[in-house]
């Protein structure tokens, strides 16, 4: 067994850790930044998409359309990816990154970049995506660099397996990136829609499509408190299948061969069952009730199989109906990211509260103003989330049947909904942490010292709140 590697001694080391807290896990603020960043890249996204919902059902390989996809794939979903790797990781090898400083300069140049292409595609400046793309290029590269040490460990199963092909998967698409934004200069071959797709099939499955397959056997089992025995196959299927599928369908897609593309495409589908199998299993073996979280995880699963169902359908009227095959790639691409977005959105309800409830502990609280211990739960309101989840879901649903049928109008909706999620989440998840960390001296004090809860309640009492 590999030993714990500790974090070197540094002026950005978590000074306030808690008990408990493996010394790998970087301070709060890094992968905070990532999980705020990626809620307002969500919102973005959402009020892009209402302004180009027009264009996207007229031709959804438009500059405008591609910016929109950028700024789901990079300022939504990778940036939230990151905060979970950042987060997750150390956790999981049981080593740290190479640096807490080397993460807040990832976290910078990969905002900066991941802001900058969509913008520069949506507004066609062609300088603007240059150097957005060499933002996010050099992201990429301080990113491997960081997490290198950390996946270095051997013997932790498929996890850890998944991560490396994971970050493979990350500075593949990001070469593809580079290619193509120097072509879209130089002209040196024709960016079509199978070229295209070559790129968004290694960025959704190989970089964010495998990292939740990887992360999710290690958040599965804790959130949901079962306990698997044996040796995870459906695990190792999962992320072998999804590898090897997507070594096949990129290139087949690439240099349209239709056999190496269809090899590549029911391989990925052999890995997306086992997923779902996989899944299936923890939750016949879960002791915990039932509860939001699971209808987050099972609602974006049923996304992972219409995506399938949106491919399959594609590709047969594609060669017949070229325009609802190109409409229906759009809906497999908007489904398939919903997966992991409603996946990421409802793992947000446990893991910032998870990262916030660590960050009180180190400020020394770590009770309600009636003594009683601060949990996980109370950090944020359970019937919003609920709110959140009927948002995400509904906004999911209306844009896979906007692109699906060609109508701008339920596009439209789709945005406004992705809006008010994020609006939602960012409240709600901000709102009760906000309002502890400024909780006067006197209260928490108060909460250290039974004797003095009653003291404590005639303070409180002179402001409404709700510490529920």
């Not at 079509?192 to 960025?203: C, E, I, P, Q, W």
């Not at 990292?211 to 040796?231: C, D, I, N, Q």
């Not at 409830?357 to 180190?362: D, E, I, K």
């Not at 601060?374 to 896979?400: E, K, P, Q, T, Y």
Request: charged share 10%; glycine share 10%; proline share 5%.
């Amino acid at each position: 067994m590999d030993a714990v590697v500790p974090l070197a001694k540094s002026a950005d080391e978590w000074k306030n850790r808690p008990a408990g807290i493996p010394n790998g896990v970087p301070p709060p603020s890094v992968p905070l930044s990532f999980l705020v960043a990626a809620v307002l890249g969500l919102m973005g996204c959402g009020v892009a998409i209402l302004i180009t919902r027009s264009t996207a059902v007229v031709d959804p390989t438009d500059d405008r359309v591609v910016g929109v996809a950028h700024l789901a794939m990079l300022a939504t979903l990778s940036m939230g990816v990151l905060g979970a790797i950042h987060q997750f990781a150390p956790v999981i090898t049981q080593r740290p990154f190479r640096s807490v400083r080397l993460s807040r300069v990832t976290f910078i140049t990969w905002l900066i970049g991941s802001w900058l292409l969509p913008i520069g595609f949506m507004a066609q400046l062609e300088g603007v995506v240059e150097a957005g793309g060499m933002f996010a290029a050099l992201a990429v590269t301080l990113f491997v660099i960081n997490i290198t040490p950390s996946l270095a460990v051997q013997g932790k199963g498929a996890p850890v397996t998944g991560l490396r092909f994971a970050v493979i998967g990350f500075v593949v698409t990001a070469c593809y990136g580079v290619v193509y934004v120097i072509d879209r200069r130089g002209n040196w071959f024709n960016l079509s829609g199978h070229v295209v797709l070559a790129h968004a099939s290694v960025g959704l499955l190989a970089w964010l499509g495998l990292t939740y397959f990887s992360v999710s056997e290690k958040l599965w089992p804790m959130f949901m408190l079962a306990h698997v025995p044996g040796r995870h196959r459906n695990a190792w299927l999962g992320i072998w299948s999804l590898f090897i599928g997507v070594l096949l369908l990129s290139p087949g897609l690439l240099f349209a061969i239709p056999w190496l593309a269809i090899a590549g495409a029911l391989t990925v589908s052999v890995g997306f069952g086992a997923h779902i199998c996989s899944l299936i299993t923890y939750i016949r073996h879960r002791r915990r009730a039932a509860d939001l979280h699971l209808v987050f995880i099972v609602s974006s699963t049923v996304w992972l199989v219409a995506g399938v169902g949106f491919a399959s359908s594609g590709a047969m009227v594609m060669r017949h109906h070229h325009h609802l095959g190109v409409a229906l790639v759009a809906a497999t691409i908007s489904a398939l990211a919903g997966w992991l977005l409603v996946a990421m959105v409802g793992h947000a309800y446990k893991i910032v509260p998870f990262i916030v409830w660590s960050s009180l502990r180190g400020r020394g609280i770590s009770k309600k103003v009636d003594g009683s211990p601060l949990m996980f739960a109370d950090l944020f309101n359970h019937r919003w989330s609920a709110v959140d989840c009927a948002l995400i879901n509904g906004g999911v649903l209306a844009i896979c049947l906007g692109f699906a049928a060609s109508t701008s109008w339920p596009i439209g909706v789709g945005g406004g909904l992705l809006v008010g999620t994020g609006l939602i989440t960012a409240m709600n998840l901000s709102w009760r942490p906000i309002r502890l960390f400024c909780r006067p001296s006197a209260l928490r004090d108060a909460t250290d010292n039974p004797a003095s809860i009653t003291v404590a309640a005639q303070l409180r009492s002179k402001g409404p709140t709700d510490e529920r």
